[in-house]
């Protein structure tokens, strides 16, 4: 979780610089570790997975509608009419109980980590493969995870559709390079691809395997109040109809919402009798992978026994130290920073979870991109580095050390 110590004004505006960079970086990659350096001035765009642009509008873009004021309290109680059950607040022991299956097993928890979803996509079709995949009792998804988490969710029979879905589309199908006032990006097309991909038949069968008392979770950001939202997308697809299709787009949109690259999303709800919406965004804001509170996983008198009896992390991104000469460019230094910043605090959750499975007497499995893995994309959610990468992963979920019971050593 990210603390009270990044409240300042400073760290906020340092936060948003550096996430800007990241993306900057992303759009222009820097080259393999092994790879020679072109000079910055000698570089020629690839355009072939450059995102989309809009057409260019005549008129002035309207401003942003001003927001209907709400107060914390209000907050705390609000309620989505229809959905009684659709959430819980991520940090809240209490709250998050009422989500949780009565019957223990496996979990798969699913870290974020952009278009390095192609490998967690991989790894559990190649699983599958083996005939030794389990049906989980539970599944979250953070960002690109939680993409992931309801054709996980459903088991082998969705494993093509993964394969669609993390080897098929380029940056054009995620978003747009004509910002917003709320984002230097505009992500309609990724609104887009969900509403194809999350059809009204797919959340049938989710509704379906919440009511046999499995459970699907997908986490964002609440931006008003600074705290993890836990969204048990099974009971929203149980409601059924239009409403419910239109919520579970809209929370698969807010996981990946980057804040100020990308826009926000905004949800619908009531409290004292008033409506207003909440800004949700990227649920890696609050860390890079969800299982339960921190005070049910530490030691003390919140820790509590989870209905868990495995648990399997699947990190979408690489836990070792990495060599990369940034440039003396203000993009590439920031990203690099916030990529040592990020993948420090990855590693951190990662022992966390170790030390708090072990103390539970659960089962914990860890499996994440092999620094081996050394194709270099070209530009943000290449289809050939996601091809590359997606068969890496099925390579790995197919071979018998897949997962490790401990975390790594990380000393050169």
């Given at each position: 979780?990210?603390?009270?110590a990044?409240?300042?004004s400073?760290?906020?505006?340092?936060?948003?610089?550096?996430?800007?960079?990241?993306?900057?970086?992303?759009?222009?990659?820097?080259?393999?570790?092994?790879?020679?350096?072109?000079?910055?001035?000698?570089?020629?765009q690839?355009?072939?997975?450059?995102?989309?642009?809009?057409?260019?509008?005549?008129?002035?873009?309207?401003?942003?509608?001003?927001?209907?004021?709400?107060?914390?309290?209000?907050?705390?109680?609000?309620?989505?009419?229809?959905?009684?059950?659709?959430?819980?607040?991520?940090?809240?022991?209490?709250?998050?109980?009422?989500?949780?299956p009565?019957?223990?097993?496996?979990?798969?928890?699913?870290?974020?980590?952009?278009?390095?979803?192609?490998?967690?996509?991989g790894?559990?079709?190649?699983w599958?493969?083996?005939?030794e995949?389990?049906?989980?009792?539970?599944?979250?998804?953070v960002?690109?995870?939680?993409?992931?988490?309801?054709?996980?969710?459903?088991?082998?029979?969705h494993?093509?559709?993964?394969?669609?879905?993390f080897?098929?589309?380029?940056?054009?199908?995620?978003?747009?390079?004509?910002?917003?006032?709320?984002?230097?990006?505009?992500?309609?097309?990724?609104?887009r691809?969900?509403?194809?991909?999350v059809?009204?038949?797919l959340?049938?069968?989710?509704?379906a395997?919440?009511?046999?008392?499995?459970?699907?979770?997908?986490?964002?950001?609440?931006?008003?109040?600074?705290?993890?939202?836990?969204?048990?997308?099974?009971?929203?697809?149980?409601?059924?109809g239009d409403?419910?299709?239109?919520?579970?787009?809209?929370?698969?949109?807010a996981?990946?919402?980057?804040?100020?690259?990308?826009?926000?999303?905004?949800?619908?709800?009531?409290?004292?009798?008033?409506?207003?919406?909440?800004?949700h965004?990227?649920?890696?804001?609050?860390?890079?992978?969800?299982?339960?509170?921190?005070?049910?996983?530490?030691p003390?008198?919140?820790?509590?026994?989870?209905?868990a009896?495995?648990?399997?992390?699947?990190?979408?991104?690489?836990?070792?130290?990495?060599?990369?000469?940034p440039?003396?460019?203000?993009?590439?230094?920031?990203?690099?920073?916030?990529g040592?910043?990020?993948?420090?605090?990855l590693?951190?959750?990662?022992?966390?979870m170790?030390?708090?499975?072990?103390?539970?007497?659960?089962?914990?499995?860890?499996?994440?991109?092999?620094?081996?893995f050394?194709?270099?994309g070209r530009g943000a959610?290449?289809?050939?580095?996601?091809?590359?990468?997606?068969?890496?992963?099925?390579?790995?979920?197919?071979?018998?050390?897949?997962?490790?019971?401990?975390?790594?050593?990380?000393?050169?």
């Amino acid at each position: 979780m990210i603390g009270p110590a990044l409240a300042s004004s400073t760290t906020r505006v340092l936060l948003a610089c550096l996430l800007a960079g990241a993306l900057v970086a992303t759009v222009t990659p820097a080259p393999a570790q092994n790879e020679t350096r072109t000079p910055p001035a000698a570089k020629q765009q690839t355009r072939k997975n450059a995102p989309a642009k809009k057409p260019a509008r005549a008129e002035k873009p309207e401003a942003p509608v001003a927001r209907t004021p709400f107060s914390a309290g209000d907050l705390q109680i609000a309620i989505f009419p229809g959905f009684p059950d659709a959430r819980a607040w991520g940090d809240s022991a209490a709250d998050f109980r009422r989500l949780l299956p009565q019957n223990p097993g496996p979990w798969l928890i699913l870290s974020g980590g952009g278009a390095d979803g192609a490998y967690g996509a991989g790894l559990v079709s190649g699983w599958s493969q083996t005939g030794e995949r389990p049906e989980f009792a539970v599944v979250t998804g953070v960002s690109t995870g939680a993409a992931i988490a309801p054709f996980a969710f459903l088991g082998p029979r969705h494993d093509e559709d993964l394969r669609k879905n993390f080897t098929t589309i380029t940056a054009a199908d995620v978003f747009t390079s004509g910002g917003t006032d709320e984002g230097l990006f505009d992500t309609w097309p990724l609104k887009r691809l969900i509403e194809k991909q999350v059809t009204t038949e797919l959340l049938a069968e989710i509704a379906a395997e919440h009511r046999r008392g499995r459970r699907l979770l997908v986490v964002t950001t609440n931006l008003d109040s600074g705290r993890p939202v836990v969204w048990n997308m099974g009971a929203i697809a149980a409601r059924g109809g239009d409403q419910a299709l239109q919520l579970f787009h809209q929370v698969l949109l807010a996981s990946s919402a980057i804040p100020g690259l990308f826009p926000p999303a905004y949800i619908d709800a009531e409290a004292n009798g008033r409506k207003f919406q909440e800004m949700h965004a990227d649920g890696s804001i609050t860390g890079p992978f969800y299982v339960a509170p921190n005070s049910m996983l530490s030691p003390g008198p919140g820790a509590a026994r989870l209905p868990a009896t495995e648990f399997y992390i699947v990190v979408n991104g690489k836990l070792s130290p990495y060599f990369q000469m940034p440039e003396r460019e203000r993009a590439y230094i920031l990203s690099r920073g916030l990529g040592v910043a990020l993948q420090f605090g990855l590693r951190a959750q990662v022992y966390q979870m170790h030390g708090a499975a072990q103390r539970l007497g659960i089962g914990y499995h860890l499996a994440f991109i092999s620094p081996d893995f050394s194709y270099s994309g070209r530009g943000a959610f290449d289809p050939d580095y996601m091809k590359a990468l997606f068969e890496h992963g099925v390579e790995v979920g197919k071979s018998s050390s897949a997962f490790r019971s401990t975390p790594p050593d990380f000393n050169p």
